[in-house]
Nanobody, 125 residues
Framework: QVQLAESGGGLVQAGDSLRLSCVAS????????MGWFRQAPGKEREFVSG????????IYADSVQGRFTISRGNAKNTAYMQMSSLKPGDTAVYYC??????????????????WGQGTQVTVSS
């Protein structure tokens, strides 16, 4: 059973940076396409970014393009999300997710098989 554990969230001011981490255990991390999603209060969960197992192919939501950077360290079974120039609109619970059944790119929640518990990011103005 694959388990994902996020960390790195917190309370920051607008313009600050944070780095989220997602550690995977119990599976073959190098085979998984990894994604980050977020859910703001009163809103549906939305796709933020995804990264292929090679670490080369990456996709981003338009709302974070140019401010967030996804990466992964396969030797450490860890995915990262470097978030810069944070805005109050980035306030949400951030989740990492893994595609166990396919290594292809996807921004769809239903394509992901494993999910972490989430980490809260709050950006004050």
């Amino acid at each position: 059973q694959v388990q994902l554990a996020e960390s790195g969230g917190g309370l920051v001011q607008a313009g600050d940076s944070l780095r989220l981490s997602c550690v995977a255990s119990g599976g073959s991390f190098t085979r998984y396409y990894m994604g980050w999603f977020r859910q703001a209060p009163g809103k549906e969960r939305e796709f933020v970014s995804g990264i292929a197992w090679t670490g080369v192919s990456k996709i981003y939501a338009d709302s974070v393009q140019g401010r967030f950077t996804i990466s992964r360290g396969n030797a450490k079974n860890t995915a990262y999300m470097q978030m810069s120039s944070l805005k109050p609109g980035d306030t949400a619970v951030y989740y990492c997710a893994a595609r166990g059944s396919s290594s292809s790119t996807s921004y769809k929640q239903e394509d992901y098989d494993y999910w972490g518990q989430g980490t809260q990011v709050t950006v004050s103005s």
